[in-house]
Structure formats: C-alpha cells, structure tokens
C-alpha cells in the first residue's frame, strides 16, 4: 500500500527531462545504428540497493518511443544484490539508446534514495521512532522524491508549506522582534485562524521552551540540535502531550542511540538533500 | 564571461519550485506573522565554498514577493570562508520566510557543485587537463547544474544528445550485432550525415581501438576506464591526433595522477549525480 | 493574517482568463475607441456583500495593460453596503473595457462565496462551530475559491486528496467488500503509513459506529446527515475525544440549530458547488 | 449534431482539475484500500435533469488510471429522471475513489447548466426566440460551460471579445466622451476596419438610440433591461431589419412573456455565472 | 485603430523563440564580448516596405534582458524606404547579439507579410473590393501573421474554424455521399444550429450553384477559381444578395482586373503560406 | 538514418496548431455534417516535390480523433511527381474535414523546404560542397523545419546559440570598439572557455583578415559576400586548415559556380526564411 505518483505526473515530468536531454533527436544514435535494428538490454545493479523508479524509468522508455517494451522483474521498494537484473528492456536499439540516460538518472537517483532510507530504518528497528525526510528536496523532484524514502521504508513529513504547519526558530524570532513575548497565546491564536486538519508543529533549541509550546496547542514538538541525553529528557517531560521529532546532526551512524530514547519522529535532511546515485546500468544482451 | 543561462529560464526554474513548495501560501508565516512586519536576513556560509546560484535566489525571493530586496556581496565563482556573509535580504517577514527553503535549496545544491568542481580544478592545475562534467545531472536542472560546474571553473561537455556525438560502448556493441565490423568506415559514414559543427567523440575500452577510431576521423578519443599507466601511453600514442579524455573512476585522490598523463579532459559525472549540498543558512538579522 | 494565495499563482489564473476571452484582441474596442484615450471608472456594489479577489481585479486590469491603475478602497474579508465605490480604475480605454469582463467574472464569483460564507459564520456566531468548505469546488478555481471562504470567514476543509485523509462510505464499502470487518485495526494499520502531520477524518452514517472509529484514532469524525437530535447525541457520546464534524443538509435556515449541538466543524459543500455571483458593475466616471 | 470540445482541450482542463485535486497520490484509499481491489460503480441521478459531461466524466477517470472503464447509457443532451442510472465505471477501487470527485465536479456543474438551459428552452418553446448564453462564464472553464448550455437546447453567444463585436454603453459612453456625436457614422467606420466575417451587434437603452443604430449597419440589436412593452414596440420598430435581443432581468417566470414579444435572441447571463450543481453521485455496486 | 494582439500572448510567442534559439546562453558572446561592453544598434531597411512587428522586436530584447532600451521611429503600419532607420536599441553587447537573431525573424516575416499585403491593396485601390488572409498561416504564428496582414492595409478572415463557417467542395460533396441532394435545406438547418453572430459563408465552383446557396441564407458566397468573366457575371447575378468573394489563382498582377469585377472580398493564400521575409538588418553603431 | 524529431515533441507542436485552429470546435462540420459519416480522403501532390511532414500530418489526423487512420505510400526525403498519391486517410468526415487545414499548413511548408533544398543539393551535385540552413527559422518551427532540411537532402548548421560557436562582424565590431585588436588572442581566449565539443566558427568579410582567424584555432571560416574568384581565391589559401563555408547571396542560379570553388559548405537562409508552400491538397474519394 505505497502511496505512488499519479501517470500524469511522472509523464510530465519524464517528457520535461527527454526534451531536455534530447531536444531535436539523438544524433551518435540516429546517424550511425540502423533504424530497424532491435535490442534487448538489462538494467543490472552494480551494487545492492532498494528499488525506486519503476514507473519513472519505463515511461522514459515507452515516451521516447511506444514500440519499447520494459519489465521490471526486480519491484518498486523491494531489495536486490550485487548484479541482479532488475528489468529487461526490448526494442528498436535507436529509442532505448536515446532513452537511457534519462532513465538511469531517475532510477538511480531514486534508489539512492530508497536505499539511503531503508539503512537509517533499519538502524531504528525495534523502537517506536519512524524515519521522515525533509523540504531539502530537489526543486522540480519532490514528487519522486519523497516517493523514493516511502519505498525505503521512511515516511513524508509535510509536503509543502500549505499542507501543515513548522513554526521555526525564525518565526519566533520573528515574533519576539514584533513584541509578542507570549509564545502560548499566538500559537493558540493561529490555531484558530487554520483548518482543524492542518497539524501544528513547532521547534524549540531549549527545554525551557517546551511547556509554552504544549501549553499553545502543539500537536508534535521538533526538538532540534538536542544532545542524547536532552532528548530523553524531553520525551520524559513531554510524556505523550505531543509527537516528538527530533532533527539535526542526524547520522547513520547515531540515529540508533536518537531513536533509543523514545522519540517519535526523527528527520534526516540528508535523505534527499545529497544524494548519492546508486550504480546502475544498462547492458546489451548479446544474440 | 561565465555562460549564465537566461533570465526567463531561469524564472520558469524557480516559478515550478515555488509552486512546488507552497501550492496556496505557507500556513504557517501567513497565521503566525503579521502581514505588516518586515525583516533583515542574511544568508550565511556555514561551511566554505565556492558560490553558484545568485541569480536564482535571487527570483526566490523576488517571485514570491517583488517587494523583497536581496544584494549580494559575493558573487557567483567566488570563494567564500565559513562564516561569510554572502547576501543580505530585506522584505516583508512572511514572504522572506515562505522563500526561504525554495532560495536555500537551489543555492545550496549548485554551490555544492561548485565547490566540488573547485577541488577537482585545483587539483589538477598546473596540467594541460581540463575538468568537465557529464550528463549524469538532475532532471530537469541540468542548466543550473552546468552553470554551477563553470562556476566551479570546470567545463561542460555536451549538453545533449542533441549537440555533439559520443560514440559508446553500447553503440559499437550495436553495429557489431549488425554484422558492420570495420569501424573505421561507420564512423566516416555517420560523419558525413551530421552537421559540419557537431563534434564526434568516440570511448574506447581497449588500447587497441584507438586506431580505428582515429583513422574514422574522431575529434576525441574518451578512453573509459583505462589505468593510469594505460592514459600514459595512449596519450603518446594518439600524439595530438585527437583530444584526449579520461572518465570511469576518478576520484579526488586520484585525479592528479591522471592529469599528469597529459589528457586535455577528465569527465567527472560525480559532480552532478552525487551532490552534497553546500551547508549556507538564513539568519534573522536582530533589529 | 488571511492566507492569500502568491501573486504568480493568481497571474497564471488570470493571463489563462484573459487568454480565454480575448485571444487576439476585443474587436469591439479597438476599432471603435480610439486608442489614446483614457477612461477613470469605478467597480460598484450593486449588493451589499462581502469582498473577496482584490488582487485578481487588479491582475486582470494590469495584465491587459501595464498602463492601467486599480486602486481598491475596500479591501479583501471587508463588507460593503449596496452602491458602495469598491475600487476606482484608471488607464487607456481600449483595454480597460477589455479587461472589465474577466475583472468582473472572478470577483463577482468570488465575493459571492465571500458573502454567502458571511452568512453561515453570522448564523453560527456564539457557537463553539465553524463553517468549512469542501472539495465541491469548481475545476481549476479551488485556490481563489477556497480563499473567498476565507474572506468570508470561514475556514477550509482539507486542500486535496494529498493533504488529510477522509474515510467515506466508500472506502467504508471497500473494506467491507474485501473482507475486512474490523474498522478499528483498519483505520490503526492506515495510520502507520501515514505522515505524522496527516489529519484522519472518517465518516460515519449511524451512531453505532462512533465507537470503532475512536478506537481507531481518527482525529475527526464527519456526522454524515445526521438529524439535529442525533448531533447533540452523538456530540455527548464523543465527549472531545474527537473533533465532531456535522455535514449534510445544512441549510442557512437550519445551520445555527445544528450549531447548536456543540459539534466543532460545520462543512457547506454549497459555499463552493453553487455560488451565485454577487452583482457588481463597472461604471465610467463621466470627466 | 452537437458541436463538441476536441479531446486534446477536454484531457487539459482533466489533467488540471486532477492535479489539482490530488497533486501528489490520494493518502486515504492508497493507504487504506487494496491495490488489488476492483470496484464496480453507479453515476446515478439524485434529481432529475440533463446530462452534459460525458466526456469530461470519463476523462477524470481514465486519466487517472487508464485500467478504469466508464460507459455511459445516458448521453449528453438526453434529459433523464431522479434515480436513473447515468453510467457504470468499472475499474481498480483505489483509482475509482480518487477520480471521483473531479468526474463529479464536472458532470455536476454542466450537467447543472444544461438542466437550468433546457427550462429556459421549454419556457419559450413555439416561440422565434432562441436562448443564448454570455461571456459570464467561470475563467478557465468557457469551453465546457458553452457545450453545457447547447446540451440544454440553448445557443451560444459570441465565444469571446476576439469573434464578433458588441457595443455597450460603455464603448458608446467612450465614444460620446470623445466628442463623437454621430453613432451611425462611428459605426459605419468600425465596420470599415472589422473583418467581413464578424457580426456587430449594438447594445441600446433607450429606443430613441434605435434608428441610428441599424442606419449604422448592426446586424443585431440588444434591447438592454426593455420592459416586455417595449421589447414589443421595438421588435414592431425594427421589422426585420437586424436581428433583436432581450437581455437584462430574464426570469424563467418572464421569459416565456419577453419571447412573445417577437425577439429573436433572449441572453440568459444565470445560465452560467450563478450555476446550482446538479445532485450526482456515485454508488458502489456491492458484488 | 489597429487590432493589437496582447501583450501577454507576444510575450509567449516570443519567449517560446528565444528559448528555441538559445536555451543555455549564447556560446558565441558570452565567451567573447565583455560582460560590462554596452552597444548601440540600428534596426535597418536593405530594401523598401511597410512595417510589421514593433511590439515583437521589443519583447525579444527586453525578455532577453531588461536592461535593453528599443526605441521605434517608424511604427507599425508605416512605410518606409531603403536605408530608412527602423529603431534604435541600446545595452549591454552580449544580450543584444543575443536577441538580434530572435527579434529579426520575426520582424523580417511579419513585415514581408505586411509588405506584400500593402502591393495587394494598393492594387485594389478604387474598388469596393478589400484583401483579405486566409487560414494558411505557419502553425502557431496565426496571431501574428494576421496582425500583419492588417498592418499592410489587409483584412482579416475567419481566425479559425470555431469563430465562422465556411462551407467548402469537401463539406458539399460529403453531404452528398450522405444523400443531402437539396442544399438550401442543409444550410438552413445548418443555420438554425448557429449561434446568432456566426457568419455563413459557402464555396461554390460552378455559377449553377448560386441560387441554391443564397436561398439557404449565406451572408457570403465565395467563388472558387472563377475566370474574370465569370465572376462579373456571378457579382450581378447575385446583386447584393450576399458578399462575394472571389479567392483562388490570385496573383499581384491579376488582383487590380478581378477586383474591378465588382466583388467585395479577394482572399489571397499567399499573404501568408509563402512568405518571402523583409531585409531588415543590425547595424552596430560606432562609438 | 534520417534524425527524426521526437513523438513528444512533434505532438506538442501539432497539438498548439490544433487548437489554434479550432479553440472550440468546427462549427462548419460539426452543424452541417452528420457525426456517423465518415470519408476516404486522399493526399495528393498537386506539383512534383520531396516529402517531409509525415509523422506531423498523421498526428494532426490522430490527435484531432484518434478514429482517424492515416496511410503514407511516399515517405519522407522520397520525391514524387504532380497528381501522386502521397497518403490514403479513412475516418470519421467531420474530424477529417476538422484536421485537414493544420495538416496541409504543416506538410506543405516542411515540402517546400524539402523540395527546394533538394534543388539545391543537386544543383552541387559531384562538388565537395554540401548544402546547409541557417538559424533563419520560423520562430517555434526550427525543430520541423531543420528536419524538412534533411529530408531534402541538406544538413544543418548549428541548432541554436548555445551549441556552436559562430563569430560574425557585429562580434568583431564589438571586440574593436572594445579596443581588443589582436583577434587571434581573443579567439584564443574564447576557446579556452568553451566546452571541447564546442565548433567554432569566425564569418569574414575580406581575405585580410583569414590569417588571423586560422591562427585563432577556427575550425571553419565563414567567407560573407565574396565572389567566386574570392571565394577561389580563399580555398586556395586556407588549403584545408579549416572548413570553408560560403555565404551570402547564394542563389539556384548561381550554387553550382560557387560550389566548383571548393569550398566545403554553402549556407542559404532562403531555405527557411522565404518558403513558398508545396501544393498539395486533400480529395474526397467518392465512395
């Protein structure tokens, strides 16, 4: 039950990269393979990894030209090996040259993603802390994106800035510079002014932050650049009145001991905001 | 004389990531903050680096608001210390914060790619080698990534498959599955189909297609793969014939190395397919 | 603090408007008015309401011709008495009665809303109830629209299908139908792929299944055509352990009874799916 | 022979309405529905009325997955009776419940438009008078609300400001304020500069304006806010010698009286800018 | 009192060319003129003409960069002689050469359009007859070109086939092979579909065709491939019973004797479908 | 081995003409024609020529009502005599009788291109010259219009200005009045900054100034207006240090002399910028 992106969306987006990668043809391809040769090639992992990009890659097929024909063997969210062949692509050798660049930069980009994801889940296995990415995405991609982390296992925060609330230490600076020293009453007060389904969330750098914001109506407090030990701490104060995320300094390498101390949430920006392409490739089978 | 791409290419850019982002007003400045407060930010390195994006910040900001002014005291292709101030924003509050992460994520991801393009440059200076990168960019950024590499003082190779020929390894697989063996002839021949301006590289796997190759009338040799010693000698092998280019498994460590072989390009598709974005903040300036 | 949608979304709404009703020129005025002369005329009430699409006037007014300056002196969320001067236009006569059209079909539709959601609010004033619109909107307008009800006082309902979710007889239906009889674990195991920040609203149609859907952690339970006695009853038995939503049938003449009941969101799907718009003209100012 | 909007401008205003409902996935039936469920539906008449939309209604559909199909037993322009099934949708349950308030959206509000036009129609049946609609339409959806009223037995005005002329008060008040005294000559000049293909008709207030109007050459007369007598005198004044208009406060409860005048146009500017949707729903069909 | 198309559809068109021609930058100025050069230039007549694409050239200068001033001394619809100076552009040397290419395409055409129409009219000069386009324009140029033609003292046709009927040998034949013998009952029918300001105008071939056509109501009967004779004959015959047009076998030379016939309208294909363009071009003006 | 523009690319070209041509039906067919007819419609040449415009002319036919079936027996790049059947097209009579205009505008434009530089191209035929087009495009159609080039036997020139290098007078005037003299340093310069895959390309006016421009490292000379001596003159001299390209007043006339110099490539901007359409024209086939 993975939430995926509409037809619609994914075409768009494939044609808007096809057009730029191609704008009036391929000429190594189209001046130097025959028209009528036909190829069968496979997308091959070259290292292991979590699948994301199947609709994405086969549309970069099949709209560059419909006579391509793509069967992923290897599913969206699912994990494979060193060398597996992930899907076997059939058709006139001009259109799947032409097209496999576009459909390796998406594929790839989204299984680094999904794969990045699927090694800070698993580091939090066995505790209650879910792994959530961030706005840090690429402009243009949120869409595939945020899709990538949900087939590593991770789940979306807000999307956008419409769709929830993320009151951040700017805006309390913001506030504090207007002369409003109560931070309980204009939470309450925005509270009014919103849907009753848009979810308020607020940051704090300090403990000593916490109880104004519950007090305001917060639904999940971020604490953010909080050490271990005063993360704990403020689960422990917090005692269920609120979600608790935590965010910032975020590795793989510590998010186990993050996620031991009971918190709900923890973002990691890096999910999507430096990616790292897995390697993927496309052979040509012989015949 | 840096190439920088269009004003209104680059407004559709940040157009579609604004959109993006707040499909229909941040819910959180526009409850939170009064309308009629304004407010002094500056963007801040908190890393050093090598700027790219200014421009576009730039349209993040005054897209969301033509009322908000951002001047920059760095410029794109300059250099900058942690800690530098590189520009400073004055508008109205809630617009300065709803741009916010659409300007960051643009500016931080081509930095970035300058950045790291500026190492690759340094660390072959003092050679005849050129760093480019590849087409292994985003969907949909590659103008801006390609700016960021010529920020970085790299070169771009071609933009598309449109533009210039390469002839891979995947391509010659091809016309050996359609019985044409001398390559020499195919690439004469294709050369006579395409324009007089269009530039034909060829990538070679093996020291013993060079010949061919050469004699098929190729501008550049790409040899893929090859080890350091093995660059050497084509180098002295192909003795100006063609231009000479370096890709497969160059890396920051190595890159000198190769250089020093006395190739005129090395193609780094890691400065686009693996972005680490550059850390760079906005700090409320206190009133 | 009333969210407004940006000025680009609002541009790219009205250039596809005016587009619509003049795509290569007003026949009329540009062959019977001569092109120097200039016109002072007033947007008037010929209805008291209440305003909503300031900015899309003016938008429509400039868009047309830069030339043209619309100055408003009621402005957005403000009432107005019949004969009221809403706004005064000044410009090149050719395109100010070429703009006037479009001007007029998006704030008569939209203060229309404004006012009709007016009087929902006045009817449920000293209640603890608010009025919501819903997804009822007009294909392509849901961005102004949902505005209008926010200038009218009113709050919004979920944006999108992407934003909250909303368990309907439907899917009710569905589960049903593929075997699942325990709502509760239903609703429990949904909640486990959703964000942290999505809302779950779920609908019911009879008393008898509050219970389940409490259990099941919905945020909000949508009463769907609940008679007045049984809102107040159901209202008692959820005891704030979930928002209560009343929706169905609610008329201007039976909203305040339904208020009433305690309930705490009231949704009027005829804010939006049948608006009747407001009559306001366009009069020239004779010089 | 019902002229009908093409494919490519109905699957636009489709793809819109969809992205605008569902910009990134449905969170509710993805997560809550089996992908693999299958449902069949009923679009069923709550009320009676005439249908318009067909096309748009399946579009929603398919366009949201191309595995749904729709087949409708009432078709455009047919009146049907409340309870009367207007189309059966099969197709995978998830998509179903994701199209179906854009499907309805549409079909709702045309299918609004046509019933309110065919009343209209009925009321002047046996008269000469044909009723039409007016540019007041919603932005963006001219193309279908036009189609909606010719389902209805309605006609349609000038599509836009580009394809026939209309001067109002306005254009004359202009003219008058220009010193031009002499509508009949100004008249004679634009017809001059217009195409020989475009129609100009010529708004009047006061039947003294009448003779030099048609002296002018209109070929239509618009008798603006006329009571029913003088709607009569100035069809007995003009004999024939252009065509003649009521427009302004047409009531369905006077608009049989103002046809028996003898006009041959009454515009009807409620058919479109104060539209009640239609009561369409959507019914599984339990299996 | 000429029809100008919208600044907002210019702005399209001519974004959409300017992207076409360079969609990353000018290779060419960017690397080799100074950033910081500014120029003067001089839009020049090599030959003699009328003018046609002020807004146009301007829009291709300032999209391409604001800080570009152009200032027209010969405007649209004015003659001008060889050597004449069109305009004068003044700014920065790279964006200037940049847009050079753009602004002259356009320039070029429309006022070879304009050009050739002014040779059709003249030729007519002293009869009742008026030139007029047809509906053979480039492909998305129609706006413009049509623009053109009026700036050459041309009218306009249909703009397309929503806006007014033509019925041509296709359509009669077609009603034919339907077995629709009597044509004036087609049309009359036809007819009553209409809107009100649809204009009816039909194609006949052969004189024998005329009654049938008038008594079905055309308001203009086009004569295709009429000799001269035949169509003096065909003007008295049908006595201002309906506009006559006569189209087909146009030339420059032929146009003065056809017109003289007495028609009202001669269509001329070649106004648009074989466009020679206009030498216009840029001059740098010495410092 | 033809380079063919994309699917996706041609389908948004012809899907602007469509609606262009037709924004909200065909009132002529769609009243008078009855929906169930459907017609066997032939392309016929009316004049002998080269094809080009196959795939746009099916997609016109398809996109306007995929019912319609479109069969070419001549293909593109093949020539064909005057009365030749080129395509057999079979569907429903109003879409056919809709589509055919935007089919014929395109297909007829892209043969005459087609058709004229295949008069060229024979004209040189036996010489080393080829025949190339200019960035003389009609603005949006260079990506047809660069294919009709091809198919008639020419190649192209760069595509735009952000793929080659070509440094013409207004360049050099500028270079000058920036007191840069020494233009083999500043072509130096410029090459260092462009990618290795770019051409560049120095247009001169006199045999003065080739010396410099070889040194500059040009791959290709541009001799602007010489004459055949000239021109004769200048191959001798350059003697294949770089490609010679011919410009400037090249007529059918006149191609074949200049070609026997030996230059390597005569451009000609008559090719696009003044195309005489091909006449061919659509026939009922009576059943």
């Not at 999904?114 to 990415?133: C, H, P, S």
Request: with cysteine; glycine share 8%; net charge negative.
């Amino acid at each position: 039950m993975l939430i995926r992106p509409g037809h619609d969306a994914i075409h768009r987006l494939v044609r808007m990269a096809l057009d730029e990668d191609a704008p009036w043809g391929d000429v190594t391809s189209q001046t130097l393979i025959a028209a009528s040769m036909r190829v069968t090639a496979q997308l091959v992992a070259r290292e292991p990894g979590v699948l994301s990009g199947e609709d994405v890659f086969i549309a970069a097929m099949s709209l560059t030209d419909p006579a391509i024909s793509t069967r992923f063997v290897v599913h969206d969210a699912e994990t494979f090996s060193e060398g597996t062949v992930l899907a076997t692509i059939e058709g006139p050798a001009q259109a799947v040259l032409q097209a496999e660049r576009v459909g390796l930069n998406f594929v790839q980009r989204m299984s680094g993603i999904a794969t990045l994801t699927a090694q800070y889940v698993a580091a939090v296995a066995g505790t209650r802390a879910r792994i959530v990415d961030t706005r840090k995405t690429t402009p243009g991609l949120r869409l595939v994106e945020r899709y990538a982390v949900r087939c590593g296992g991770g789940h979306n925060h807000r999307y956008s800035l419409s769709d929830a609330v993320m009151v951040k230490d700017n805006h309390l600076a913001m506030l504090a510079a207007d002369g409003v020293s109560n931070v309980t009453e204009a939470l309450q007060s925005m509270r009014a002014r919103l849907s009753h389904t848009t979810h308020v969330e607020v940051e704090v750098d300090r403990p000593e932050q916490i109880e104004a914001v519950l007090a305001g109506g917060a639904d999940t407090i971020l604490l953010d650049n909080f050490s271990t030990a005063q993360l704990a701490s403020a689960v422990a104060q917090i005692a269920g009145r609120a979600l608790v995320e935590a965010s910032g300094g975020i590795t793989l390498a510590r998010v186990h001991e993050v996620a031991e101390t009971g918190v709900d949430i923890i973002s990691v920006g890096a999910l999507t905001h430096s990616v790292r392409s897995l390697d993927l490739g496309l052979d040509i089978v012989p015949q």
